[in-house]
């Protein structure tokens, strides 16, 4: 009995110790927060948590502008947020057309095809077992303030600044004059922009529903400005506390390829040929034909980023497509192929032997006219 009290006490101490693992796991995923995603640092208000699951962009480049649509998927309890991307030169701000990545995403999808096997698999006969299944006014400085704000510009859901900065803290202290909380690390992050001059497009989210929160995917942000090389900021993802997932669309005069993997696992092309755009894609980047490339990465350790992506053409401009086969029973006329195969060859055996037996026989047949021994 003693035996018997002693195990039922470990099995409820060993039960509490695992639910009590479980609602750790869970809590820690609500309260860890993102502060990056693949272009910027995604900075939520003081009381909430925001993270971005998906990021998905499309980059134009004629070799002197680069414009760039970008949509993410959040999740998450914030009514507010703040966002921030360095560009290396002045940009304009617009909210994008929401039909260009559904339309991108039928233009990359993969093709699909059919392939039959012989031999019959689970499911088939007979082996089949049954049914399956931001903004505000620069700060108060000199002539020459450490942050300026170029222009600011209300879209949607997203309240526009184009910033200039001088130090990486007067700009952390811009945001937080407007009432964000920042990471500590992220002055130090943009230190490498400041030193390099760019410019930085902070954005304030906040929904147009005074009790919304900011969750699902958001209305596309199209960014434009100059640059004689096609780069699409990355470095500050490096703040990131999840894993980052990227998808990129580039629309240029040629097939396009990351310089390097800057940290994360190897970029996927998932789609690579020559377009002639219409509809939202035309809107994005023009009628002309042009060359898509679709890139796919995943950063399973944020902090392992190292850079910003550099995209360069490929040695050539060779066209690439998925292909995801279903695969079916061959069959000829409704009856699958091996039955008529092997009914066929069990038909030639039988008849094989029937007609050797038959030979047999007429062999040990005497002749007419001769006696038999």
Request: glycine share 12%; net charge neutral; proline share 8%.
């Amino acid at each position: 009995m003693g035996e018997t009290v002693r195990t039922a006490s470990w099995i409820r101490r060993r039960v509490g110790l695992l639910l009590f693992a479980l609602l750790a796991t869970q809590l820690g995923s609500l309260i860890s927060p993102a502060y990056a995603c693949g272009c910027g640092a995604m900075v939520p208000d003081g009381t909430s948590r925001i993270g971005v699951s998906r990021e998905a962009s499309v980059i134009r480049w004629d070799g002197k502008a680069e414009q760039v649509a970008m949509r993410f998927t959040v999740g998450g309890d914030a009514k507010r947020a703040a966002w921030i991307m360095p560009v290396p030169g002045r940009a304009t701000v617009r909210l994008g057309d929401p039909g260009l990545f559904p339309e991108l995403a039928d233009l990359t999808g993969p093709e699909y095809r059919t392939r039959g096997y012989f031999w019959p698999r689970r499911g088939d006969w007979p082996l089949d077992s049954g049914r399956g299944d931001m903004a505000g006014a620069a700060p108060p400085g000199s002539a020459e303030p450490q942050v300026g704000v170029i222009g600011r510009e209300r879209l949607g859901d997203f309240d526009v600044a184009r910033l200039t900065a001088t130090d990486p803290e007067a700009l952390g202290g811009w945001l937080r004059a407007n009432g964000f909380v920042l990471p500590d690390r992220l002055s130090a992050e943009l230190k490498p922009y400041v030193d390099q001059r760019w410019e930085y497009v902070a954005v304030r989210l906040a929904p147009r529903e005074p009790y919304g929160t900011l969750s699902g995917t958001l209305d596309p942000l199209l960014i434009r400005f100059e640059s004689d090389r096609l780069v699409y900021p990355m470095r500050l993802s490096r703040l990131a506390g999840t894993a980052q997932s990227l998808g990129l669309y580039v629309l240029a005069e040629h097939r396009m390829e990351p310089v390097s993997a800057i940290g994360g696992n190897a970029p996927e092309v998932t789609f690579a040929g020559q377009i002639t755009p219409t509809g939202a894609v035309a809107a994005f980047a023009g009628a002309a034909p042009v060359f898509l490339t679709a890139i796919d990465q995943s950063f399973p350790v944020p902090s392992r980023i190292d850079g910003d992506h550099e995209l360069r053409a490929s040695a050539g401009d060779s066209p690439y497509r998925r292909v995801e086969y279903t695969d079916e029973l061959l069959t000829a006329g409704g009856i699958p192929v091996w039955i008529l195969t092997v009914g066929g060859a069990l038909a030639a055996v039988a008849l094989a032997a029937v007609l050797t037996a038959l030979r047999l026989r007429r062999g040990r047949t005497p002749l007419p006219g001769r006696p038999h021994v």
